[in-house]
């Protein structure tokens, strides 16, 4: 591999899909204030995937100006028709949105951009679909009772991965982009860059 491959970001979830897939990345932390960012963007309207993409390019080119290597930023963004939702501040906060997301189909604006020498050279925007089924108030509490604060750590206070698996009864779109990543594109261009075996 003649570049590193770092993720411009915290998040274990990338990182751990990464790592699985045979990716040896490194993880930097943009450094990047988000809920700013988000709050101008929602200022100019743009449309929730744009705004997804342009913190993922924002992440990858803080980091690529700093680090040489293939750059990766992503962002995740869930839209519920123009509605963007941010992962919840606390319990009661995942509450609400599993409320408000119940028996409606959402979309999660999945955006990742490769940057070198802070310049992006590569962007991918996955949209799954999710429908979630008619949640009783009794389940939203059990549900939450059980998984407890790893929820906040999802912007659609679920985690498919586990018992999130239980609130939808139909999905569309690619796994991996759901958990944060769409890895597959990914590592389709990391094989045509040459730092994957083809």
């Known amino acids: 591999m003649s570049l590193d491959v770092i993720l411009a970001s915290g998040s274990e979830s990338r990182r751990r899909l990464l790592t699985a897939a045979g990716v040896e990345a490194s ?3 943009p450094n990047v204030d988000e ?3 988000k709050a101008g963007l929602r200022v100019e309207n743009l449309p929730v995937r744009d705004q997804a993409m ?3 390019e924002l992440k990858a080119i803080k980091v690529s100006q700093r680090q040489p290597g293939f750059v990766i930023g992503g962002d995740q963004m869930l839209a519920l028709g123009e509605e963007a939702f941010d992962k919840p501040k606390d319990l009661a906060g995942a509450r609400e949105h599993l409320r408000k997301l119940s028996g409606k189909t959402h979309t ?5 951009v490769v940057c070198e020498n ?3 050279v590569w962007r991918h925007l996955a949209r799954p679909r999710l429908t979630m089924r008619p949640l009783s108030e009794d389940f939203i509490e059990q549900y939450v009772g059980q998984v407890g ?3 906040l750590s999802t912007v659609g206070a679920y985690q498919l991965e586990g018992l999130g698996a239980q609130l939808f009864n139909k999905i569309e779109g690619d796994y991996f982009s759901i958990l ?5 594109p990914l590592l389709d261009y990391l ?3 040459g730092v994957l075996a083809t």
């Open 149 to 151: 604060e790893p929820l």
């Open 118 to 120: 802070g310049q992006p």
């Open 180 to 184: 944060g990543l769409p890895l597959l």
């Open 108 to 112: 999660l604006e999945t955006a990742i």
């Open 54 to 56: 342009r913190l993922a």
């Open 191 to 193: 094989r045509i860059r």
């Open 27 to 29: 993880a930097v932390r």
């Open 35 to 37: 809920d700013a960012m």
